[in-house]
């Protein structure tokens, strides 16, 4: 079985930075890729940034300049998060694609709450 862990979400005004963190562990014999999501009270959930093995990444239009996805290792990603706006409340979850014997198989954090006030 596979944990992800979050940690590092909060509240803080408009402006204003965070970092998420993320650990995976269990039975990983290696992470295709990892990524935060986000979902919005009564919206669906989005991708925020994604990066690969390789370390290619991947953002939202709505975060690029502002958000910074990068590996800690192998088995965990941070997400700095810069120039907050009100807009990016969410809760934010941790997404690893682990390898698996057919393809890669998704597994999710628990969340993390992001408030950020005006």
């Known amino acids: 079985q596979v944990q992800l862990v979050e940690s590092g979400g909060g509240l803080v005004q408009a402006g204003g930075s965070l970092r998420l963190s993320c650990v995976a562990s269990?039975?990983?014999?290696?992470?295709?890729?990892m990524g935060w999501y986000r979902q919005a009270p009564g919206k669906q959930r989005e991708l925020v940034a994604r990066?690969?093995?390789?370390?290619?990444t991947h953002y939202a239009d709505s975060v690029k300049g502002r958000f910074t996805i990068s590996r800690v290792n192998v088995y965990g990603v941070y997400l700095q998060m810069n120039s907050l706006k009100p807009e990016d409340t969410a809760v934010y979850y941790c997404?690893?694609?682990?390898?698996?014997?057919?393809?890669?198989?998704?597994?999710w954090g628990q969340g993390t709450q992001v408030t950020v006030s005006s």
């Open positions: 997404n690893a694609d682990v390898t698996g014997r057919v393809g890669p198989v998704p597994y």
């Open positions: 269990g039975r990983i014999f290696s992470i295709d890729a």
């Open positions: 990066i690969t093995s390789g370390s290619s």
